[in-house]
């Protein structure tokens, strides 16, 4: 455990690698790296056994919220495989959780909160709550860039030394959104699409103030040592143009340019998970430095909507990593050649599912990694 590292204080700056050794790091700053770099949505999961054993250890919101346990659960994917990238173990809903909104995490069920649906519910939300509830997630951040980048801190394995990215994350706007007024998971989010026509005034007001929470947050992460940082719109696929625009490239735009306002030379990567041909849009507008692509986009004609300098990240289909075998390698193969000569981050189109056998994993990134 990184426990044994002590209080971490921030990283001295000349012990650290410089920015542009790091692979991932290269990509999302519009190089193209061959082979390309790698790392998994959800890598750190219920598919590790090492997971699963710290997992009876607490529940979800406490092992967020304690820098030993989070940072050791980031650390384990690394270990096993070393990815390109460590994402911070933690949720897109601890947000609103910071915020006051009540959350638990049910198992077999999911999130749950108390739903925000009315104008009082919305007053009793605290954005100037946040930056002191989440300390610990920015402590864990701390330790996490000690770890993945001083050498012999992490026992991370030869050669990872230096060469992992710590990437931050928020949810965005209109995914956060939808959990907190549905009261959690859904498939269609009929209450938060219905509130958005009916009552744009409200919408509005809760889109800006997560607007307003997820640039100020992301920005904490990036002090606090994240290289990277990822904004999930995992339900953007669900709007029509018009609220698309409104509730996705919007929100998605102010955050992008507060953050490179405050830190120019930190990449960040957009997720419009299911947004089809909307991505294109998406990218040039926000303003982002990656466009992460869910595993319905064709790479081709995805990079064909986007600057040619603009990363692309993605697309494995997690049920294809799950099955394994012979499709795996030969799919990865796919994916990596289509993009090659492009900026492209090696991941999947959605998250680790958790009955993929780790032994996976494993060969998927060998396969990423061959040299030819
Ligand atoms: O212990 C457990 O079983 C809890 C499961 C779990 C985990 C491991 C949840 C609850 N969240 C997480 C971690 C998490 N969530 C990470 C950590 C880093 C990593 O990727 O390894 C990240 C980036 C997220 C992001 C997240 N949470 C998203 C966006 C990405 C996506 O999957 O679309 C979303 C939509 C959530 C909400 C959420 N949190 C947890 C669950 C089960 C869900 C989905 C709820 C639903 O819609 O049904």
Known sequence: MTSETGSAGAPNPDELPKMSDKRLLRVLHGEAVWPPPVWLMRQAGRYLPEFRALRAQADFITR?????????????PIRRYGMDGAILFSDILILPWAMGQSLEFVDGVGPVLEPVRRAADLDRLRPERVAEATAPVMETLRRLRRALDVPGEAALGVGQDGATALIGFAGAPFTVACYMVEGGGSKEFAETRRMAYAEPALFDRLIDLLTEATAAMLCAQIEAGAEAVMLFDSWAGLLPPAQFERQVIEPGRRIASEVRRRHPSVPI????RLGGLLV???????????????TSADLA?????VPPGLALQGN???LCLLAGGDALPAAAETIRSTLRGRPHVFNLGHGVLPQTPPEHVGALVEAVRRPW
């Not at 990567?269 to 419009?272: I, L, Y």
């Not at 004609?301 to 909507?305: F, P, R």
């Open 316 to 318: 494995l289909d997690p």
């Open 64 to 76: 967020c919220m304690t820098p030993d346990i989070a940072t050791e659960i980031t650390l384990q």
């Open 280 to 294: 294109g849009r998406y990218a040039s507008q926000t303003g982002i430095d990656a466009l992460a692509l869910d």
């Open 301 to 305: 004609l995805a990079a064909g909507l």
């Open 269 to 272: 990567v957009g997720f419009p």
